[in-house]
């Protein structure tokens, strides 16, 4: 989809590319930044009711790594996914009569017990991602955003502005302006009533995509090719996509923007990335072993790029010290276990907080010495 209209990135529609419709993705923002040249600035024309959270974090990450400067335009709504989008705007202007919406991420899941509690678990993790980059933006806490996002709440101009969530106000767009992208709002909680009706009777519904073919328009002069990138700029444009996506996929995608401007290349980025999914793996199954285990942890590892295999060995520390000792030394107060049958592989760090735990249980029970005849 053709986003650059007019020397501006135009994004009207739906947020992403599904079977219901035809969306834009963070593939045409590439393409279209990648046209217009790095450093140039660029306006950025929102009207969207949102779409998939996940595209529209990789298109806030690509607009936020630009080295022009974004100015954001909320003509009508900027919803959802689409608010998402808004945020990466060194400036976030909103028309007269234009409406903001912030909400938590949605999904649909099917299968066992487990699998809805893995969606709980995934949801939870792009929420928290996505209110990082709100409160980066509005300068409040992650937790006052999720407060937002819970109630599903819907700004008008002013108080976008008045949150932290836009920057200023302008006068009326003008009559050609459109007041709201054609969006099914019915699907959604709490839209203004105004909103619902207007979709309901222009019949803006979530349906499959028109098979018949179009007419063939008339197509008058052929106009002028755009200039096409220059190379370095198409490597620079599909590395910062990449980050994008790898970082989305990680659910770190408030620090895309940073991994790009930063310089890193994409190799590091998937081994961040890589470390920080298995990371949080390790501290939730080390949670499930044992509630005390602070699953929250990880993210401060993350933080500090521990490596993995010293996380796993703090991991086993932790659970070998919480664990009860008549249960890790598995003998008798005073004993020694008997050491491991030959051919078992005990790793140092395994080793190690079991030699701990046998320690604990000699030091709680001390061996009465036998009295002399």
């Known amino acids: 989809m053709n986003v ?6 135009v994004l009207h529609g739906v947020v992403g590319d599904d079977f219901w419709s035809d969306g834009f993705v963070a593939r045409d923002v590439i393409d279209a930044l990648a046209r217009l040249g790095r450093a140039a600035d660029v306006t950025v024309r929102i009207n969207s009711g949102g779409g998939i959270a996940t595209e529209g974090a990789a298109i806030y990450s690509v607009l936020k790594a630009h080295g022009g400067k974004v100015s954001v335009v909320v003509e009508g709504i900027a919803a959802s996914a689409a608010s998402i989008i808004a945020m990466a705007g060194e400036t976030v202007t909103m028309t007269t009569g234009a409406i903001m919406m912030i909400h938590e991420p949605s999904g649909i899941t099917l299968g066992t017990s487990a699998d809805h509690e893995k969606s709980v678990e995934m949801l939870e993790a792009v929420a928290d991602s996505l209110a990082d980059i709100y409160a ?35 006068g009326d767009a003008g009559e050609d302006a459109p007041p709201v992208a054609a969006f099914d709002y019915r699907i ?17 519904t979530r349906r499959p995509r ?3 073919p179009a007419p063939t328009p008339d197509p008058g002069p052929t106009p002028s090719p755009a200039p096409a990138p220059a190379v370095a700029d198409v490597d620079q444009v599909a590395r910062a996509a990449e980050i994008a996506r790898l970082c989305a996929d990680a659910n770190m995608a408030a620090a895309a923007a940073d991994f790009i401007t930063g310089g890193a290349t994409v190799d590091e980025v998937r081994e961040r990335t890589s470390s920080a999914v298995e990371i949080r793996q390790a501290f939730a199954l080390a949670h499930g072993q044992n509630p005390a285990i602070d699953p929250g942890r990880a993210e401060f590892h993350i933080a500090a790029r521990t490596p993995v295999e010293r996380v796993r060995t703090e991991i ?4 070998a010290d919480l664990q009860s000792p008549e249960i890790l030394g598995g003998h008798q107060a005073g004993e020694t276990p008997p050491a491991p049958k030959a051919g078992n592989y005990v790793s140092p760090a395994v080793a190690a907080a079991f030699q701990r735990a046998i320690d604990k249980v000699n030091a709680r029970f001390p061996k009465e010495k036998d009295e002399p005849s």
């Open 316 to 319: 086993i520390n932790t659970l």
């Open 136 to 170: 980066e933006k509005t300068g409040r806490s992650r937790e006052e955003c999720r407060a937002d996002m819970r109630e599903e709440l819907w700004l008008t101009a002013d108080e976008a502005v008045e949150k932290g969530y836009a920057d200023a106000t302008e």
């Open 210 to 212: 028109a098979t018949a």
């Open 188 to 204: 959604y909680q709490h839209a203004p009533e105004r909103i619902v009706a207007l979709a309901d009777a222009r019949g803006w």
């Open 4 to 9: 650059l209209i007019d020397g501006e990135i």
